[in-house]
């Protein structure tokens, strides 16, 4: 009995997920800027492991990012709104607002997904602080 309600919660929860982003991706190259400290920026050819998590109605969900530097801590970051789409340049962009979940104090974040009309997709996350977009996210 335990193993069918477990069951069927998880299948209920991936049935409420249905946004066209969700999924498990690895990203192979990343890039990060410090908008204070120019020596902090890099790009990096390592294997990032991002998992999307996004209700319907695009207002809730997560995306989670695993920094091979930091295999045992998460970035957690909890939707809290769909902010709208844009298209640029042959690109669409679908933007979300965030909240860090992995820092002891949440600052607000934007999440954008770039998707481009070669079917590449690429994620960046924004604040005020820094961004660092993970390109060519594959399932």
Request: one cysteine or more; hydrophobic letters at 30%; aromatic letters at 12%.
């Amino acid at each position: 009995m335990k193993k069918t309600l477990i069951t069927l919660t998880i299948l209920i929860n991936t049935l409420c997920y249905s946004q066209n982003f969700n999924g498990d991706y690895r990203s192979y190259k990343t890039s990060f800027q410090d908008n204070s400290s120019k020596e902090n920026n890099f790009i990096e050819e390592s294997e990032f492991k991002i998992a999307v998590l996004i209700d319907e109605n695009q207002t809730e969900g997560s995306v989670a990012i695993q920094d091979p530097r930091m295999p045992n801590k998460l970035l957690l970051y909890e939707v809290v709104d769909y902010l709208g789409e844009l298209k640029d340049n042959g690109t669409t962009n679908y933007l979300y607002k965030c909240l860090t979940q992995h820092l002891d104090n949440p600052i607000e974040t934007t999440i954008v997904f770039y998707y481009t009309t070669d079917k590449k997709l690429s994620l960046m996350v924004y604040d005020d602080e820094s961004s660092q977009v993970f390109f060519d996210l594959k399932k």
